[in-house]
């Protein structure tokens, strides 16, 4: 057999050693720099809290815009807007009720010309109340189209 006379290097590993002596490093606190950049980053992490805050109010809001827009969907498709005393004896106390007009029904006149919009309801962005979309026009307000709801709210005549 041949032996091999060509080995590998092993590698050792030597110490570093620094003619420097070891201090823990250590800013002085009270330096303008050292404010000034934890001021920084305070007011950085109070920006990010305010934004994540911020974005849930906005969540918030556009959950309860869309449960307002469903209810109101679920209102506009009665088949007929006279609310019978025999099919809702339960749901009295949750009738709505015009803020304007005091009234369920804008035709309890027997008006049958605007039969078209005695369902159309509409809700103040501010107080939460809810009008007859023909009383809120009436009343001057500003009632944006049904496609344009989520992006402009409505807000009634006394604000």
């Not at 920006?47 to 849930?56: G, I, T």
């Not at 969540?59 to 309860?64: H, M, S």
């Not at 939460?128 to 500003?142: D, E, I, L, R």
């Amino acid at each position: 057999m041949v032996r091999n006379e060509f080995s590998l290097p092993s590698v050792q590993f030597t110490p570093r050693t620094s003619s420097r002596p070891r201090i823990s490093s250590s800013r002085i606190l009270t330096s303008p720099e050292i404010i000034e950049q934890k001021r920084r980053k305070e007011e950085e992490k109070q920006q990010k809290m305010e934004s994540k805050e911020r974005r849930k109010i906005e969540r918030d809001e556009k959950r309860k815009i869309k449960e307002e827009f469903e209810m109101k969907k679920k209102l506009m498709k009665k088949d007929d807007c006279d609310d019978d005393a025999d099919d809702d004896d339960d749901d009295d106390d949750e009738e709505l009720v015009c803020e304007l007009c005091k009234k369920v029904n804008i035709n309890d006149e027997e008006d049958e010309d605007n039969d078209d919009e005695t369902c159309e309801w509409i809700l103040c962005g501010v107080c939460h109340t809810w009008y007859h979309v023909v009383c809120a026009k009436n009343a001057g307000a500003y009632v944006p189209p049904w496609y344009m709801m989520q992006k402009f709210k409505f807000t009634c005549h006394k604000h």
